[in-house]
């Protein structure tokens, strides 16, 4: 059974930071795919980045590259959104999502293909 679950949202000002954790269970961060996604209320889903090869492998999304970084911590299995100079436009209910690996190919350098998603953070940027 997996389980992921976000901490960490909350409500600060424009340029302030926060750090999103994404716990996970029943499921190995360190040997599969991880990614972190974001829906603000009218707009669809959309990728923030993602992180595979047990952290040596990371992908962002143009409008939070320079940022935002995503890590983990494999022996807390654990992965983190370090996210910096934030933006009112950054508000949004931030997602963790997991896909297992591809013994073949991997993981996917986008954002298609997630299959496990936790249930979600809130993040709030005022102007």
């Known amino acids: 059974q997996v389980r992921l679950v976000e901490s960490g949202g909350g409500s600060v000002r424009a340029g302030g930071s926060l750090r999103l954790s994404c716990a996970a269970s029943g499921y190995s961060v360190r040997f599969n795919c991880m990614g972190w996604f974001r829906q603000a209320p009218g707009k669809e889903r959309e990728g923030v980045a993602t992180i595979s090869d047990g952290g040596t492998t990371t992908h962002y999304a143009d409008s939070v590259k320079g940022r935002f970084t995503i890590s983990q911590d494999n022996a807390k299995n654990t992965v983190y959104l370090q996210m910096n100079s934030l933006k009112p436009e950054d508000t949004a209910m931030y997602y963790c999502?997991?896909?297992?690996?591809?013994?073949?190919?991997?993981?996917?350098?986008?954002?298609?293909?997630?299959?496990?998603w936790g249930q979600g953070t809130q993040v709030t940027v005022s102007s």
């Open positions: 999502a997991g896909r297992p690996r591809d013994p073949w190919v991997g993981c996917p350098r986008g954002f298609d293909d997630f299959d496990y």
